[in-house]
């Protein structure tokens, strides 16, 4: 797996103070992506264990509330292997820390994964701008959903995090 970058102190993707992960890789191609450079699964940097460390060492702070992935996708097919690596150590090492993770599949689509039981929150659905709205937390666009992932897999419906 490729990342572009990792951001510090981010208060935007995620309950309280975050480290964030962007990764190489997506699929869905929405009109208006803020980040369309990120595309490309082949760019960016190799997401090896000095990355690792950096996000580590961030999430040893107490005032870090945990890590968000996004990107791209962190469930383009080629990054889903790293990525639950990834999750599953951060939950062994930092248990008290939370992960959430942005994606552009629906959740029906992607709740049989195995990656998801490592994941607290998920942000689902394409970003689609004639849905836009900048009043929205944690999204851009009102069909995504912000989703408390433990209680739905346990109930077997979504259950949102936020409205
Ligand atoms: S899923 Fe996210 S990163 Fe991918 S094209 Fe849509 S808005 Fe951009």
Same mark, same amino acid.
């Given at each position: 797996?490729?990342?572009?970058?990792?951001?510090? !102190?981010?208060?935007? !993707?995620?309950?309280?103070?975050?480290?964030?992960?962007?990764?190489?890789?997506?699929?869905?191609?929405?009109?208006?992506?803020? !980040?369309?450079?990120?595309?490309?699964?082949?760019?960016?940097?190799?997401?090896?264990?000095?990355?690792?460390?950096?996000?580590?060492?961030?999430?040893?702070?107490?005032? +870090?509330?945990?890590?968000?992935?996004?990107?791209?996708?962190?469930?383009?097919?080629?990054?889903?292997?790293? +990525?639950?690596?990834?999750?599953?150590?951060?939950?062994?090492?930092?248990?008290?820390?939370? +992960?959430?993770?942005?994606?552009?599949?629906?959740?029906? +689509?992607?709740?049989?994964?195995?990656?998801?039981?490592?994941?607290?929150?998920?942000?689902?659905?394409?970003?689609?701008?004639?849905?836009?709205?900048?009043?929205?937390?944690?999204?851009?666009?009102? !069909?995504?959903?912000?989703?408390?992932?433990?209680?739905?897999?346990?109930?077997?419906?979504?259950?949102?995090?936020?409205?």
């Amino acid at each position: 797996m490729r990342y572009h970058d990792i951001t510090k !102190n981010d208060m935007k !993707n995620g309950d309280g103070l975050r480290v964030v992960l962007w990764v190489s890789g997506c699929g869905h191609h929405c009109p208006g992506c803020q !980040n369309p450079l990120t595309w490309d699964p082949d760019i960016g940097l190799e997401f090896d264990e000095a990355a690792y460390q950096e996000i580590a060492m961030q999430l040893q702070e107490d005032y +870090v509330s945990g890590l968000t992935l996004s990107g791209g996708d962190p469930l383009f097919p080629g990054n889903r292997d790293s +990525v639950e690596d990834l999750i599953k150590r951060v939950k062994k090492e930092f248990p008290d820390k939370t +992960v959430w993770m942005y994606t552009g599949y629906d959740w029906d +689509v992607v709740k049989g994964l195995s990656l998801l039981s490592s994941i607290d929150i998920l942000v689902d659905g394409r970003y689609m701008e004639e849905q836009r709205d900048t009043n929205l937390p944690w999204r851009g666009s009102k !069909n995504q959903r912000v989703i408390d992932v433990k209680r739905s897999l346990e109930s077997g419906e979504v259950v949102l995090h936020c409205d």
